[in-house]
Nanobody, 115 residues
Framework: QVQLVESGGGLVQAGGSLRLSCVASGNAFSINLMGWFRQAPGKQRELVAVIPRGGIATYADSVKGRFTISRDNAKNTLTLQMNSLTPEDTAVYYC?????????WGQGTQVTVSS
């Protein structure tokens, strides 16, 4: 079992920045892949960025060059730095972790970008 708690969402104007954080607990040492997903109203949940333990991050084309994902395995934390935000980035952002026994999700944090 893994528990994930996100923080850092909020309201920001277009062009602004936000930093999301996710803290993992429980069986966190078993986590391989961690990532951020988002779900806008009326849309399916989509991948934003993922990063394997000790590996290279992968980004959705829509956020490349604007978002940066990072993880600190010693502290069991995952971070998403979001710059140059646009209204299209408005969504609930979810932290995700994958271990051999399954996939785990945080409760989500709302990001709203005003134009």
């Amino acid at each position: 079992q893994v528990q994930l708690v996100e923080s850092g969402g909020g309201l920001v104007q277009a062009g602004g920045s936000l930093r999301l954080s996710c803290v993992a607990s429980g069986n966190a040492f078993s986590i391989n892949l961690m990532g951020w997903f988002r779900q806008a109203p009326g849309k399916q949940r989509e991948l934003v960025a993922v990063i394997p333990r000790g590996g290279i991050a992968t980004y959705a084309d829509s956020v490349k060059g604007r978002f940066t994902i990072s993880r600190d395995n010693a502290k069991n934390t995952l971070t998403l730095q979001m710059n140059s935000l646009t209204p299209e980035d408005t969504a609930v952002y979810y932290c995700h972790a994958n271990i051999m026994s399954g996939n785990y999700w945080g409760q989500g944090t709302q990001v709203t970008v005003s134009s």
